[in-house]
């Protein structure tokens, strides 16, 4: 998987020799502002490209000059930067799955160290924005596409520097999209368009060995196995719904007409409506062994085709591909044998 990413930031040098879970908080940064200098945080992306606008759910942002400091907030926006060869100056901690002692995510933080930078500068802000650190890493841009910031966060954050949030609808941003929006606000658009399609290419080269995907159909849910009364299935406009698609499963027509009846990401489910998923055949679930024993035992949710037929992959919330199947264009190449592994062994559960 090491090589994989190697390969990948390795591409984009061809077209540049630079680098490339929302709120307010107290507390941050696991390290000195002054660690990522010491890397190369340079954008060398094409200046040409600048004043650049970009229009978002809050308005628009001009970027007036090619920016040599990046802060990224949020998940996993960091990770098209530093696929595109830069440091940024300053990130938002990881807050799910497996970690690294930096508090980054295992192929965030190997991003890192191949760029020359073995202790990034970390904002501690899981439970909301440290005003301060993110000030005192001295951004010339803030760059969130793939987040939920409210307009007085957005606000306060443009104080410091100018920021890219979602373009559209909070926690909806794809991979490709969040990719390219981002490269784009460091004036690298075309390296961020390659690096979707080189990825694109490996998500096919992949799915080729897994023949038994297509025509299935799948759904991403959130299930406590400590209260199953209700539950939520992630539409198809949240990144980890979409991804499935990428994988060459298909949407199942329930879970297209729940999302008819919702703008969120997510649509909350009844356990007396379970019936309603009656053509899902594989759920993904964060979880464990437990949980899907609870489901099976349970009257109603053990009528579901994927529940009933063991075709289910278990997300263990410590697990690095927890976090993985809400990809980003560095947690793809890091992951996805292992995730089309666990889909092709529910895949193979599945009684016709």
């Excluded at 010491?38 to 001009?62: L, R, Y």
């Excluded at 460091?186 to 979707?196: N, R, S, T």
Aim: glycine share 6%; hydrophobic share 40%; with cysteine.
């Amino acid at each position: 998987m090491r090589k994989k990413l190697l390969s990948l930031i390795a591409a984009v040098s061809v077209f540049s020799t630079a680098l490339v879970g929302c709120g307010s908080t107290d507390t941050a940064t696991t390290s000195d502002t002054g660690s990522a200098d010491s890397a190369n945080t340079e954008v060398t992306g094409d200046d040409s490209a600048f004043p650049i606008t970009i229009e978002h759910a809050f308005g628009e942002t001009t970027i007036e000059s090619k920016p040599e400091r990046v802060v990224t907030l949020s998940w996993a926006n960091q990770d098209a930067i530093l696929a595109l060869g830069v440091v940024p100056v300053g990130v938002s901690a990881a807050n799910y799955g497996l970690m690294t002692d930096n508090k980054l995510h295992l192929w965030t933080d190997e991003a890192f160290a191949e760029l020359g930078e073995t202790n990034p500068n970390v904002f501690d802000d899981e439970t909301g924005w440290d005003y301060e650190a993110i000030a005192a890493a001295e951004p010339d841009v803030i760059i969130a596409s793939y987040s939920g910031f409210t307009e007085e966060e957005y606000n306060l954050l443009s104080e410091i520097a100018p920021v890219v949030p979602y373009i559209e609808t909070a926690w909806k941003t794809n991979w490709r999209d969040q990719t390219i929006v981002n490269a784009t606000a460091i004036g690298m658009k075309a390296e961020g368009e390659k690096l979707v399609e080189e990825t694109d290419a490996l998500i096919s080269e992949k799915l080729e060995q897994y023949p038994e995907l297509e025509g299935k159909t799948a759904g991403y849910f959130w299930i406590s196995q400590d209260d199953m009364s209700t539950f939520y299935a992630y539409l198809p406009n949240d990144p980890r719904a979409s991804y499935l698609n990428d994988l060459g499963l298909e949407t199942p027509d329930s879970i297209l007409s729940l999302a008819e009846t919702s703008e969120d990401f997510s649509v909350t489910i009844s356990r007396e409506n379970s019936d309603l998923l009656n053509d899902v055949d594989i759920m993904i679930v964060y979880g464990d062994e437990g949980l899907l024993e609870a489901m099976q035992a349970d009257a109603l949710m053990s009528q579901i085709p994927a529940v009933k037929n063991g075709a289910v992959v278990l997300l263990d919330s410590n697990s690095a591909l927890a976090a993985a199947t809400t990809p980003s264009i560095l947690s793809i190449p890091y992951a996805i044998d292992d995730y089309l592994s666990l889909l092709s062994e529910a895949a193979n559960n599945i009684n016709e």
